[in-house]
C-alpha cells in the first residue's frame, strides 16, 4: 500500500518473517531496547507518521521516540500492563496524537471485512483449533510463539 513498514519484536524468526511479508525494517527490541532512536536513524531524524503501540506503558516512550512531529500513535495493547505514567512534555513538543482503540462494533467488524474483502488482504494465519481444543489455543497464545491469527474452527 505504500508504506514503509518498521517492525519490532523479541524473536529474531519472527523478524525474518515479517521481512519476508515485506517490512523494510526490523528491530529486536530486546538486543535494542532504544529503538526509538533507532527509528529516527533511518527516518534520518523526522521519525514515522504512525506507530501501532501494541505495549502500553512499558514501551510508549519508545513510541514516542519514534512518532513524528505531528504524528499518530494509535495504543491498541497493554501487554506491559495497564497503568503507567506518560510524559505529557514529550508528547505536547511532538504534537503527536495518541489514540486507545479497543474492540468496535459489529457495524465496525462488518465493514472491516468487506474492506478486507475489496483490498484482497490475506490475514496471516498461524495455526487453527478445533472449537473442542480453546484452552489449546489459548495456551498457545499465551506462550507468545505465534505469528499471526490464532482461529478456531467450529
Known sequence: ????????????????????????????????PEWGTRVREWTGGSGVDHVIEVGGPGTLPQSMAAVAIGGHIALIGVLTGRAGEIATAHLMAKQARLHGLIVGSRRHQIDL???IEAADIKPVIDRRFDLEKIADAFRYEASGQHFGKICLVF
Open 1 to 32: 500500500m505504500g508504506a514503509t513498514v518498521i517492525a519490532t519484536s523479541s524473536s529474531d524468526n519472527k523478524l525474518e518473517r515479517a521481512r519476508s511479508l515485506g517490512a523494510n525494517h526490523t528491530i529486536n527490541y530486546r538486543h535494542d
Open 113 to 115: 471485512v468487506h474492506a
